[in-house]
């Protein structure tokens, strides 16, 4: 290491400095001056080489530069991260010379020779695989001296912090929207200035409270009221984080954490507000807020969230007013919860709309048994009996098949 700068002979700069070497040797032995100016040469050739190389990469500058759009990128999306290599000499150009940078694993990218006073930029594609707060750095910069004896390595240790968010989908079907909406007693249990509207044929996790029962006199057949009412205007999303044990699946995880920011993306761009409540060790939660700075607040809590909690999402939703938590609950569940039915019971008989998202743990295990698929089921069923409309995210399709299939 010499002055921050480690130096290494190449195949070249070790023949050279052998031959030097030897060549001295016979000629201590012999006495010829000749052989004496010969060795003298080729270790003189080093030394050359080694001052050059020192003076031409100390002059070097190393800048990463990351446009706003790097700052905000998400899981699994390639970014474009700018190297700058600056000649800072006022006579030297450099070699050509490597980049060596940790971005979301080792890069490396070479650059032609730098003009005295110039600058090279070099841009490398990255693609973070997993959400979090990624460290870049430190960078390397190799160059070869003139000669091509010595490789010069210098380190920039200069690091920058890139939080990469969770991937969102957008979700075209999904059961959530702003503005006036049109719904009928299984949306909402009123409440909120409802106003009768006509009647439709009962479906299973309509209210029975609303069953038109002059209608079942008549006909026989049952019918509930409909009603129109202002859509809510604020929901709460609540994700299950808790510890799913040794076989919980990585990948089930994720995809509950995509499914949260992808709900609160749509929120976003439906103009209506939110809040997030995780379940995960710290109890993360965040909001109420409706504008960007919030979105982007929420997003980075997201970021950073881990499985590690210990309360179920049910007892979350108990210990709450229901009042609390907006006009709607969009769930975002792992586990099969006794007490969530129970919870969501709650949630409906106040007037809240309630959307719950299933993530069908057993489906990542590498093949789902039939008496795993059946409990999941009645689970699910269970759900959308106390009021819920029901979505299940499974494995392989992950969050992107949320839009392709039917609420249960």
Known sequence: MLRGLAVRPTSRGWQALVAGVAVLVVARLIGTTQFHQLAYLLLLLVVAALGLGVAVLRGIAFERRLPEEVRRITAGRPAGVGLVISNRSRLLWTPRLEVEDVLSRPESAALPPVAPGGQRRVRVAVAFPRRGVYRLGPATVRGADPFGLLVFSRVFREEDAVVVYPEVHRLRGFPVRGGEARTGSRGSRGGHGEEFAGLREYQRGDDRRHIHWKSLAKTGELFVKEFALQAPRSYTVALDLRRGGFRSPEAAVEDAVS??????????????????????????????????????????????????????????????????????????????????????????????????????????????????????????????????????????????????????
Do not use: K, N
């Not at 997201?302 to 499985?307: P, T």
């Not at 586990?335 to 069908?360: I, K, M, Q, Y």
């Not at 089921?377 to 839009?403: D, I, K, M, Q, Y």
């Open 259 to 408: 499914a949260a920011a992808s709900v609160l993306a749509l929120l976003r761009e439906e103009g209506l507000g939110f809040r997030l409540l995780c379940t995960d060790r710290a109890g993360s939660e965040v909001g109420p807020g409706q504008d960007e700075r919030s979105y982007w607040q929420t997003m980075r809590v997201l970021a950073e969230v881990r499985a590690d909690g210990g309360a179920e999402l049910g007892e979350l939703l108990l210990a709450g007013e229901p009042s609390s938590f907006g006009e709607g609950v969009i769930l975002v569940c792992r586990h099969e919860e006794e007490g969530l039915r129970t919870a969501v019971r709650r949630l409906r008989d106040a007037g809240l709309d309630v959307v719950a998202v299933l993530v069908a743990e057993h489906t990542y295990r590498g093949g789902a048994s039939r008496g795993r698929e059946a409990r999941f089921a009645r689970f699910a069923s269970g759900l959308g009996a106390a009021g819920a409309r029901v979505l299940t995210v499974r494995h392989p399709e992950g969050v992107a098949g949320l839009e392709a299939r039917g609420v249960v």
